[in-house]
């Protein structure tokens, strides 16, 4: 848990920016709240290529994905230094790299099922808190570092991190545990997560009690189940969030995330 803890906090105070495409008359499933913008489709082009136009397109066209990308995720410099595209094309020239963003394109040529699954489930998520906006999604290549970042609004899904439980690199960096949840249907919940932790944020978090940090995750965790309609997450935590929702049906979704009396909570005998 205190692995969860330190992402959740690392990943809340991590601001990202990103793109998404309104679905438009182009054909397209007109069911579709919203498309992820495939980011990292650029990044293959010039990491793999080394192909000019596409680092041009990537800092014309997303500027701030890109500086959030070197200069927050993988720290290879700032986005102002004369020769931050050459490191950073020869930062992700290593053999290791190379093979994990061609999985990444391989795994991952098409996302229209994770398309479909964003979209049913913010309208469900605006159903239950309608004054929470939507946000804009995008796919990264982040060199196996955070899994989500969040902020203002954005949330940057780093598809290199979700390759499946039994892809032979992660056995050398992460443990069972960690892995089960590194796979493609974890990608919806784990955006759902850390989006509404960075909405919905208890205040002062690093210097509260113990027990009020992981009730303020069972809460948003069980409302991530609900969203998903199935039990995604389960802790003693969420069981207590579940107890008390149970036995306090007018609280509304939004009252839950901003409660701040946790002695409300019954933590006991789970």
Known sequence: MKYLYYILVVVLFTCVGCQFRLTSDDGRDSSL???IDRYDRLEYRYLTTGDFSALQQMNTEYPI????????????????????????????????????????????????DLDHQ?????????????NVAIPRVYAQISALDQSIVVGNGTIGISLDKYLGPNYPLYAK??????????????????????YLMSVYPLQHFESRPQVERDLQIGKIQWLVNQVMSK?????????????????????????LLRMTDFSKFNTTGY
């Open 118 to 130: 964003f979209s049913s489930a913010f309208k469900r998520l605006r159903q239950l808190l309608p």
């Open 65 to 112: 994905e890109t500086r959030t990308l070197i200069e927050d995720v993988v720290k290879i410099g700032e986005i102002t230094d004369p020769d931050i595209n050459t490191k950073f094309l020869k930062f992700y020239q290593d053999t290791t790299l190379q093979s994990v963003i061609a999985a990444v394109e391989s795994e991952y040529a098409n996302t229209e």
């Open 33 to 35: 709240l919203f498309e």
């Open 231 to 255: 039990r995604i997450y389960h802790s003693r935590y969420e069981e207590a969030v579940d107890e008390y929702m149970k036995k306090n049906s007018k609280i509304s979704y939004e009252e």
């Open 173 to 194: 960096f992460y443990s069972p545990t960690q892995r089960k949840q590194m796979s493609r249907e974890y990608i919806l919940p784990d955006c759902m997560t850390f």
